[in-house]
Nanobody, 112 residues
């Protein structure tokens, strides 16, 4: 059974950093040629895509996070990461990864 687990969320002050991880089980990002996306959903808003990484490691970012967030992956650990720097209150949301299935999400709260 394919499964994703996101970790790394928490409470951080504006300007701070967090690194989220998305670990896969039941399938392999590298061997199975999956692209992986990070999404987020703020209260009262629709889920939005913010970054993705292809099987060949090409990356894309939404304008709202470009220059602040970095997506990467470690095929050996079957894990995709989202390094988030210069966090803003508007980054507060539940963050999800997707590779054909959704993880359970991890809460990120940016507040002083």
């Amino acid at each position: 059974q394919r499964r994703l687990v996101e970790l790394g969320g928490g409470l951080v002050q504006p300007g701070g950093s967090l690194r989220l991880s998305c670990a896969a089980s039941g399938f392999a990002f590298g061997l199975d040629y999956y692209a992986v996306g990070w999404f987020r959903q703020a209260p009262g808003k629709e889920r939005e895509g913010i970054s993705c990484i292809s099987s060949s490691s090409s990356t894309n970012y939404a304008d709202s996070v470009k220059g602040r967030f970095t997506i990467s992956k470690d095929n050996a650990k079957n894990t995709v990461y989202l390094q988030m720097n210069s966090l803003k209150p508007e980054d507060t949301a539940v963050y999800y990864c997707n590779a054909g299935v959704w993880g359970q999400g991890t809460q990120v709260t940016v507040s002083s």
